[in-house]
């Protein structure tokens, strides 16, 4: 589908004329310019790309894009991709999503969509908070987290979204994060090179209902105890100074201490992302971060990719096959039926 | 070697009487085969040349407890030698396997009805199961000197048939229901060929299930020619249908295929989206079959899933469809207003059954017209049409399409139970009886500033699908500039764009035929005004008025909104104007508020289509005023 003219392009003819109306400081706006960024590069033209959200903050995002797209209903976005993509299959279709939108009110659609593996890219911005309602808690909001529906507290666990893509078969399934420009734009190519529905969960921070949510993993001082970058086929390692690093202990992930002598990098877990069993364990590193280096870190990056049929092929395959087999379909053969009178 | 048998058996006749139409109800545990014994015989009577009608009436449990009033499937068949509208108010002949069957479908027999009954399922524990508490069987206790009895040891005679055969006795019991039919083509004097055919198809992969279902037949028929006990055999001659060529169809099947003739003639790919759900299922399994006229058909994971797919895939330039019933209707609702907004192509099919909530699954009803019609948040209105017969789901499911295409829109099918599973023949067209549908489809740049949201005289949009360069946009629910599409909070614009989505709607008046008068004259004392599945029952009704000599005239509706233009001034040429509806007075509030007149409703919400005797009933009350 490349050319030399799409090649061509830059990121302003990306843009489109709407004013963008985030709040200022918005995590959104970063995502925006990294999508902008790539775009250009992934050898698309404009009119091959489609922009589908459902509702909330994120879901604006479609309108800033001077591509095709639609702002949809809430939580209904993967269903309407599912159903534009068979439609033409052709299509580079970009999901954009919330935490609320994707994982409450449109969880059912996500987990049916990762499990058909249709070839789309699915972003969900999580920042943790309803953010277009003004601030209600989210089944991402950690325990206890109080907001204007949970005065004393949030008493739901929350979800572990990229737990809950590999338990619905997801295909591709990564994390990376608003304020990690570079991060996230390897991590968008990637998912746009997979040939299948890749999930990109997205740190996201909302400076207005909840400011600093992912801090912990950002901030200088926190994030070498707290985040963990992974890389294919390389050892997992973090740290001030790379001090420290992963290791399996059958398959119980243990915190290593790389400056003790007692272990080197060839003892650490390597990172695979075809291994689903490997995959999952890191996707499970879930704990509450403690900045002192106690709590397993939290992981980044892409997880676990795997190649598996997709869906608009497979179907447009039994197509093929069924004019292959009976003949394009007779219009007049089909009225007629089997069994016919005449009355003269 | 058939054929000599049935040369033999016409030797044998003792006398043969002429009937005009004939009503059979087939009834037995929902396990019995009834559904197919009846689709064989209607199958049978209309490639014969009679004119059929059929009701298949069965629990809403796959396998209720057997030998139960619960577990009871019923097939009623209407056949004549005249026109027939209706599978028939009350039965000629009563087939019953159990005792079950009996005790749930005896008062629909005529007195002097013939009443066919299994002895086999009136054993002790079958009475018990069918609450004849004291275990007297009703056969014997000269409790049906009304009717004319016929005993038969079916599973007996059945089993016997099949003494040579090496299938267990639980396989051989399951042919039994070929027997009564091979019994009734006796009576009826019909050939079997076609259901001999039906068995070498549908057992083709066992020869052995071929050989019994086929030998259990003609041991029926064999049967009535046989016995002594046998005197009388009928005959039902071929009706007086228009000159043409005719095959019978069932209302959901006719759905599915005015669905494909549409997209032959728009030229764009059906994409249906549907979660499964009775009595609408059937049309899913029928396009899935038609893979190769590019029917696209996605199982959904549920029924909003199934309708926003469909809206993507219009997005993408396909005709996206998706069907339901009541409650999957009701999970629609929200994505329906997407597609008011986006002003998108749309089909969406209603299959109304019993409501409200899970109601009743597999009983008919008409109580969605109004939830069709306004149930939406904001202002939304969107077409609907209603089908009136199961041949008619053809003509409507094209005409859907065309109105969805042409004016950019949504639009609603109102369909029931009673017609999706109902057959009569059906007069098929040829491809070039249907005319083009001409999808207001955009495909290059003008070089102007594309406007993605300007209408043409119609009022209607402009469809862009994605893939065409210098046309990249941006729709969505939120409300949206004129002309440019873009999000728009001005209070003066959303009062226009309200108005504009509405009055587009408004114009389709303009492009739909004029409501006829069905029966009776243009000016009369008493109209009936109809909708959907009633129209048989109503018709007939009217038919025999008229015939009596009363003054009585039947307007039947297929486009409910918006209503043909001239309907308003011919409601002014009648007396009374009564609306027969399966529900508490729907249409009626309609008419009543569109057009001022003292329409009154007649209302039925029992899970059961209207007899004509019903009908007829109502309208005599009004003469006797």
Redesign the interface.
């Known amino acids: 589908m490349s050319n030399t003219a799409a090649l061509a392009l830059t990121s302003k003819d990306f843009t489109s004329n709407q004013e963008v109306r985030w709040c200022p400081g918005c995590g959104d706006y970063s995502i925006l310019k990294q999508v902008q960024t790539i775009l250009p590069e992934i050898g698309l033209r404009r009119e091959e790309i489609v922009f589908i959200s459902g509702i909330g903050c994120s879901s604006r995002f479609p309108y800033y894009l001077n591509t095709y797209g639609m702002h949809s209903i809430h939580g209904r976005a993967p269903a309407i991709a599912s159903g534009l993509k068979i439609a033409n299959p052709a299509l580079s279709i970009w999901v954009i999503t919330g935490d609320g939108d994707a994982l409450s009110i449109g969880g059912n659609h996500l987990i049916h969509l990762l499990r058909r593996n249709f070839d789309m890219n699915v972003l969900l911005f999580n920042n943790e908070i309803y953010g277009l309602t003004k601030g209600q808690y989210s089944p991402t909001s950690p325990e206890g987290k109080v907001t204007k529906s949970t005065p004393m507290g949030s008493i739901d666990h929350p979800f572990n979204p990229l737990a809950l893509a590999a338990g619905a078969n997801g295909t591709f399934i990564a994390r990376t994060m608003d304020r990690d420009p570079k991060h996230l734009r390897d991590v968008l190519k990637e998912a746009n090179d997979h040939k299948g529905t890749s999930l990109v969960e997205i740190y996201q921070n909302c400076n207005i209902f909840n400011d600093g949510a992912f801090e912990v993993f950002t901030d200088k001082s926190s994030k070498p105890n707290t985040a963990v970058f992974v890389e294919h086929g390389k050892p997992i390692i973090f740290g001030e100074n790379n001090s420290k690093g992963l290791r399996l202990d059958g398959a119980l992930p243990v915190i290593t201490d790389l400056a003790s002598g007692s272990f080197g990098p060839d003892d650490l877990w390597i990172h695979d992302k075809h291994d689903r069993f490997k995959a999952n364990l890191l996707m499970r590193c879930f704990d509450t971060p403690k900045p002192d280096g106690s709590s397993l870190p939290r992981p980044f990056g892409v997880f676990y990719k795997e190649s598996k049929s997709l869906y608009e092929q497979s179907l447009h395959e039994q197509i093929a096959d069924s004019i292959k087999r009976k003949g394009a379909g007779d219009l007049d053969a089909l009225l007629k039926g089997k069994n016919t009178w005449e009355i003269l | 070697m058939k054929d000599n048998n049935l040369t033999d058996a016409a030797n044998h006749v003792r006398s043969m009487e002429e009937l005009k139409d004939v009503t059979i109800l087939f009834a037995g545990d929902s396990g019995d085969g009834i559904q197919l014994t009846g689709s064989q015989f209607s199958?049978t009577s209309?490639?014969?040349?009679n004119d059929i009608s059929t009701f298949p009436n069965y629990p809403a449990e796959i396998r209720a407890p057997q030998g139960t009033i619960a577990g009871v499937s019923g097939f009623q068949l209407h056949f004549g030698s005249v026109e027939i509208y209706t599978p028939g108010d009350q039965c000629d002949v009563l087939v019953v396997m159990n005792s079950a069957a009996l005790k749930a479908n005896l008062d629909k027999l005529k007195i002097g009805g013939t009443l066919i009954a299994n002895t086999d399922g009136f054993d002790i524990k079958n009475l018990k199961l069918a609450g004849y508490i004291d275990g007297v069987s009703p056969l014997e206790d000269n409790s049906l000197g009304k009717y004319r009895l016929i005993e038969i040891d079916v599973t007996k005679l059945t089993r016997e048939a099949l003494k040579t055969s090496t299938l267990g006795t639980k396989e051989k019991d399951r042919s039994k229901n070929m027997f009564v039919l091979g019994f009734l083509y006796w009576m009826y004097n019909r050939k079997m060929a076609?259901t001999e055919a039906f068995i070498r198809e549908k057992f083709i992969k066992s020869p052995e299930l071929i050989d019994s279902n086929l030998a259990v037949l003609k041991a029926g028929f064999n049967f009535g020619d046989t016995s002594e006990t046998f005197t009388t055999r009928f005959e039902v001659k071929?009706a007086p249908?228009?000159?043409?060529?005719?095959?019978?169809?069932m209302g959901n099947q006719a759905l599915a295929?005015g669905l494909?003739?549409a997209s032959?003639k728009s030229g764009l790919?059906i994409?249906y989206?549907s979660y499964p759900i009775t009595p609408a299922s059937d049309i899913l399994h029928e396009l899935a079959r038609?893979?190769?006229?590019?029917?696209?058909t996605?199982q959904?994971?549920?029924e909003?899933?199934a309708i926003?797919?469909?809206?993507?895939?219009?997005?993408?330039?396909?005709i996206?469809v998706t069907a339901s019933s009541g409650p999957g209707i009701a999970l629609k609702g929200?994505?329906l207003?997407?597609a008011c907004m986006?002003e998108i192509p749309l089909v969406v099919i209603n299959v109304q059954r019993g409501g409200p909530s899970t109601g009743l699954p597999t009983k008919t009803e008409q109580a969605d017209l109004l939830q069709a019609v306004y149930g939406r948040n904001g202002e939304a209105p969107i077409p609907v049409i209603a089908s009136s017969s199961p041949r008619d789901c053809f003509q409507v499911a094209f005409e859907a399409v065309r109105i969805a295409v042409e004016h950019m829109t949504p639009v609603f099918i109102l369909s029931d139970g009673y017609i999706a599973n109902g057959a009569e023949p059906w007069r098929?067209?040829?491809?070039d009886d249907l005319s083009s549908i001409h999808p207001p489809l955009l495909d290059k740049a003008d070089g102007d500033t594309f406007l993605p949201y300007k209408r043409d005289e119609k009022g209607v949009r402009p469809w862009v699908?994605?893939?065409?360069?210098?046309?990249?946009?941006?729709?969505?629910?939120?409300e949206k500039q004129d002309e440019t599409g873009?999000?728009s909070y001005d209070p003066e614009n959303h009062q226009t764009m309200v108005k504009l989505r509405a009055d587009k709607i408004n114009r389709i008046a303009d492009f739909i035929p004029l409501q006829t008068v069905d029966q009776g004259e243009m000016h009369s004392k008493l109209l009936l005004l109809s909708w959907g599945s009633t129209y048989g029952a109503i018709k007939s009704a009217c038919k025999e008025l008229i015939f009596e000599g009363y003054s009585v005239s039947h307007i039947h509706l297929r486009h409910i909104h918006p209503f043909p233009k001239n309907l308003g001034d011919l409601l002014k040429g009648f007396g009374h104007v009564i609306v027969p509806e399966l529900n508490s007075g729907q249409l009626v509030k309609m008419v009543r508020s569109e057009f001022l007149v003292n329409a009154q409703p007649v209302s039925k919400v029992k899970g059961l289509p209207f007899s004509s005797a019903e009908i007829k009933a109502e309208v005599i009350k009004y003469f006797q005023l």
């Open positions: 199958n209309a490639l014969f040349g076609t071929p249908l228009p000159k043409g060529k005719y095959r019978n169809i295929l494909i003739a032959r790919p994409f989206g038609h893979k190769n006229f590019d029917v696209r996605f959904a994971e549920d909003i899933a926003t797919a469909a809206i993507g895939a219009s997005f993408g330039g396909n996206g929200e994505a207003g997407l986006l098929y067209p040829s491809s699908v994605p893939g065409i360069a210098g046309l990249e946009h941006r729709i969505g629910g939120l873009n999000i």
